[in-house]
Nanobody
């Protein structure tokens, strides 16, 4: 099994920055990809950014150029650096880990609120 613990959410003004962290533990070697998703009230959960063990990354169009996903393999941690935040980025952000043939594990979520 894999366990994920997110941190770094909070309240920030428009134009500000936050960095989210997702620490993985357990069967780390079986993870193929890790990603960040978000869900705003009344909306479906959507992909924000994803990175694979091969180093490929992809981003939602709405965050390209503002958000960066990175991975520290030594710390088994994935980060989401969020810059130029907008009110529409307000959501609960979830980390996930994909393991082939074993499914997807989700973190507990962390709230990000962008407001003046």
């Amino acid at each position: 099994q894999v366990q994920l613990v997110e941190s770094g959410g909070g309240l920030v003004q428009p134009g500000g920055s936050l960095r989210l962290s997702c620490a993985a533990s357990g069967s780390i070697s079986s993870i193929y990809a890790m990603g960040w998703y978000r869900q705003a009230p009344g909306n479906q959960r959507e992909l924000v950014a994803r990175t694979t063990v091969r180093g490929s990354t992809n981003y939602a169009d709405s965050v390209k150029g503002r958000f960066t996903i990175s991975r520290d393999n030594a710390q088994n941690t994935v980060y989401l650096q969020m810059n130029s935040l907008k009110p529409e980025d307000t959501a609960v952000y979830y980390c996930n880990a994909e393991r082939p043939l074993r499914g997807v594990t989700w973190g507990q979520g962390t709230q990000v609120t962008v407001s003046s």
